[in-house]
């Protein structure tokens, strides 16, 4: 089997401790994708893989390499390519649902979702959350812990676990990030090895799960922690989702629930003083878990449907009417031969030419840039399949030697529609309709009713310096800032250092992003 992912170097990492320990061979190919995320050095390693194995699945948990994507079925016509769709409450709209259309079969563990995935034309495949039972187990241990949360330090997690210190119950939490508050640090037990995790859990009377999701905290939705706590015999008080239908889990029978801090008070008071009710409940979802809930389950289920009807083709997907309009002398990489789209390549001159009701896409090219084929689909996608006015994508510009993501966020542009005016016009692909109504209006994107956005780069525009360094300020991302602020001062290199403090400043304060 050959694996993909973010954090796959980590042993402790759950794609590591749930996908490959169960479904691997011991003889696979893993990559790690925080450690190389170039295409062309993945597709190496492949090729080298398949020298010495007989290989026919590449499971891939979906990250940020989407130019791994476009290439790989050109490279190996013969893997099926498995996508993994572990955050698709809140990454479906503006990227896995992009990234479906070049999956062999792609799962999701979002029963709402399906809808969606089947308007659009595809064929998803559900596959809930699970656990694997040879890594969470029950271990023999006194319950000495009364109440204990494992897990990072964030968002909503830190008010629940303080109103319960508040309140006067003894917690203990385990993780990153609980020791950076001097309020929190005499109850955090430090991070903990997987073996660690085990005993903790197996030691605590309660153990808190809690479902909100880090990029949206109103959003509650099961992780596989919630059947990894059950696999280990643990009594478990969460957060309600809606979602504990679709696994058997019912409030009071297998598992306990609360919606408010006092209700979690309430309930953690109660659940305390009643040993026989925490130790039945933590039996029964034992039972249905090692039943219903497993990998190996899953993944047969998976792999059973890949090899009858694979659902890389989607015919319900329509081909494409697209017209692009080409300023003298701009270099592009845009083909007009494509089996998906008809693509008319046009001069500014033609805007006068009547396309709102025969036109599914229109974009405008003023900069050099690298936009292909696939940019133009993956737009054209997401504009007819949210009928919107335009949709905007996340790019790339080069500055020297460095290569910077320009990614812009929904949620902020939507509150600040001025924005959008300083965007290149690659980047962008109205509809038909409302591109024959504003023509080479800067500020057509403001007045737009829907947008939909793509948080997707597949090429790179050259853009003047001015015009570059403003997308910087406003967009650019560094992932971790910290770590990239280390290196520059590390090389000395106080010029880039400055300026990328002023861009995570000026997006933190200015545009309101935090991290």
Request: with cysteine; aromatic share 12%.
């Amino acid at each position: 089997m050959i694996f993909i992912g973010a954090e796959l170097n980590n042993p402790n990492a759950h794609f590591v401790t749930n996908i490959i320990a169960c479904i691997g061979s011991g003889n696979d190919l893993v990559i790690d994708l925080l450690s190389i995320n170039d295409s062309d050095e993945i597709f190496r390693r492949i090729a080298v893989h398949l020298q010495n194995a007989d290989e026919r699945y590449v499971v891939y948990n979906a990250y940020t390499n989407e130019d791994f994507f476009l290439r790989f079925k050109s490279r190996f016509p013969r893997l099926h390519l498995l996508i993994i769709f572990s955050d698709d409450e809140w990454r479906h709209s503006n990227y896995n649902r992009y990234l479906a259309l070049y999956a062999d079969l792609f799962t999701t563990a979002v029963k709402g979702h399906l809808a969606l995935y089947e308007g659009y034309g595809l064929i998803p495949t559900y596959m809930p959350w699970a656990c694997n039972p040879k890594m969470y187990y029950p271990v023999e241990a006194d319950k000495d812990i009364d109440v204990s949360f494992v897990g990072t330090a964030y968002g909503k997690r830190l008010e629940y676990i303080r109103s319960l210190i508040s309140s006067g119950i003894e917690v203990r939490v385990y993780g990153r990030g609980w020791g950076e508050s001097a309020d929190l640090r005499p109850h955090w037990g430090g991070a903990l090895s997987h073996q660690g995790v085990l005993e903790v859990i197996s030691r605590s009377k309660i153990n808190l799960n809690f479902l909100w999701t880090s990029a949206k905290e109103d959003l509650c939705t099961i992780k596989a922690r919630t059947l990894e706590l059950s696999a280990c015999d643990a009594f478990q008080l969460s957060n309600y989702t809606f979602e504990f239908d679709n696994y058997g889990l019912v409030e009071g029978q297998n598992i306990a629930t609360f919606d408010t801090k006092e209700m979690l008070l309430s309930r953690v008071r109660y659940y305390l003083k009643h040993e026989d009710e925490r130790e039945q409940m933590a039996r029964n979802a034992y039972e249905l878990v090692l039943q219903q809930h497993t990998w190996e389950q899953r993944f047969q289920t998976v792999f059973e449907r890949l090899e009858k009807k694979p659902n890389r083709v989607a015919a319900k997907l329509k081909k494409y009417d697209l017209m692009i309009f080409v300023r003298e002398g701009v270099r592009h990489d845009i083909s007009v031969d494509d089996t998906r789209m008809n693509i008319q390549i046009c001069q500014p001159s033609d805007t006068g030419m009547d396309f709102d009701a025969q036109v599914d896409g229109v974009v405008w090219l003023d900069h050099d840039s690298g936009i292909n084929n696939e940019a133009l689909y993956i737009m054209a996608f997401g504009l007819s399949s949210d009928e919107s006015d335009a949709i905007a994508s996340n790019f790339y510009i080069s500055s020297g030697r460095a290569r910077y993501w320009i990614r812009f966020r929904d949620r902020m542009l939507n509150q600040n529609r001025k924005l959008l005016s300083g965007l290149p016009g690659e980047c962008i692909m109205y509809s038909g309709g409302y591109a024959s109504t504003r023509r080479f209006d800067s500020n057509a994107l403001a007045d737009a009713k829907h947008l939909s956005y793509i948080e997707f780069p597949s090429y790179q525009i050259d853009l003047p310096y001015a015009k570059s360094r403003r997308m910087r300020l406003y967009y650019a991302d560094y992932g971790d800032s910290r770590v990239q602020l280390k290196k520059e001062l590390k090389a000395l290199g106080f010029g880039r250092a400055l300026s990328l403090m002023i861009d995570k400043a000026w997006q933190k304060l200015g545009l309101g992003q935090g991290g």
